[in-house]
T-cell receptor
Framework: AQTVTQSQPEMSVQEAETVTLSCTYDTSESDYYLFWYKQPPSRQMILVIRQEAYKQQNATENRFSVNFQKAAKSFSLKISDSQLGDAAMYFCAYRSSYGGATNKLIFGTGTLLAVQP | DAGVIQSPRHEVTEMGQEVTLRCKPISGHNSLFWYRQTMMRGLELLIYFNNNVPIDDSGMPEDRFSAKMPNASFSTLKIQPSEPRDSAVYFC????????????FGPGTRLTVL
């Protein structure tokens, strides 16, 4: 069974600085998807970034980028120029690409990010 | 475009009462997912549908939980009778296709069972 581990329960960053959130996963599959979702106090789950395992190039979305290391099964999120609005719980998630009963997202336990002004 | 819509946003009920949560997926999306979030168990999938058909309900905790999708634009999650341990945030998510596509989440329903 696949698992997702986020070893940092809480992180803090100064406004305008850069922070990296860690995520590791375990799978025997070769094709899958990885996601970072953001959950602000409003509870809404917001997609931040998505990575397909078959792509070697790391995904980027404006100030958000990932460091995807497939062999190491690592998928970290880098937030550059942190803003107060980035403060939220961040979840790393895994999804198989093979369909069937494996369509569910498997979430890590989350990292609570605080942004200090 | 409207995102996934859930109602109600908050629900407070007493133990033993029936609770119905509602979800409207993004128009054109063929797959719909119900998740539950608790402090103890994190985010877990309860059930998902593809083209209105339930595909996997292995995450439904017990027979008190049931879900339906009578058409492509509406789904319900029902708990009868409700218990205090059902208190959680329930999310609905939809995706364009079952496999290989991103799931977009609704705002969630915070359920409190007294």
């Amino acid at each position: 069974a696949q698992t997702v581990t986020q070893s940092q329960p809480e992180m803090s960053v100064q406004e305008a600085e850069t922070v990296t959130l860690s995520c590791t996963y375990d799978t025997s599959e070769s094709d899958y998807y990885l996601f970072w979702y953001k959950q602000p106090p409003s509870r809404q789950m917001i997609l931040v970034i998505r990575q397909e395992a078959y792509k070697q190039q790391n995904a980027t979305e404006n100030r958000f980028s990932v460091n995807f290391q497939k062999a190491a099964k690592s998928f970290s999120l880098k937030i550059s120029d942190s803003q107060l609005g980035d403060a939220a719980m961040y979840f790393c998630a895994y999804r198989s690409s093979y369909g069937g009963a494996t369509n569910k997202l498997i979430f890590g336990t989350g990292t609570l990010l605080a942004v200090q002004p | 475009d409207a995102g996934v819509i859930q109602s109600p946003r908050h629900e407070v009920t007493e133990m033993g009462q029936e609770v119905t949560l509602r979800c409207k997926p993004i128009s054109g999306h063929n797959s719909l997912f119900w998740y539950r979030q608790t402090m103890m168990r994190g985010l877990e999938l309860l059930i998902y549908f593809n083209n209105n058909v339930p595909i996997d309900d292995s995450g439904m905790p017990e027979d008190r939980f049931s879900a339906k999708m009578p058409n492509a634009s509406f789904s319900t999650l029902k708990i009868q009778p409700s218990e205090p341990r059902d208190s959680a945030v329930y999310f609905c998510a939809s995706s364009l296709e079952l496999a290989r596509d991103t799931q977009y989440f609704g705002p969630g329903t915070r359920l409190t069972v007294l």
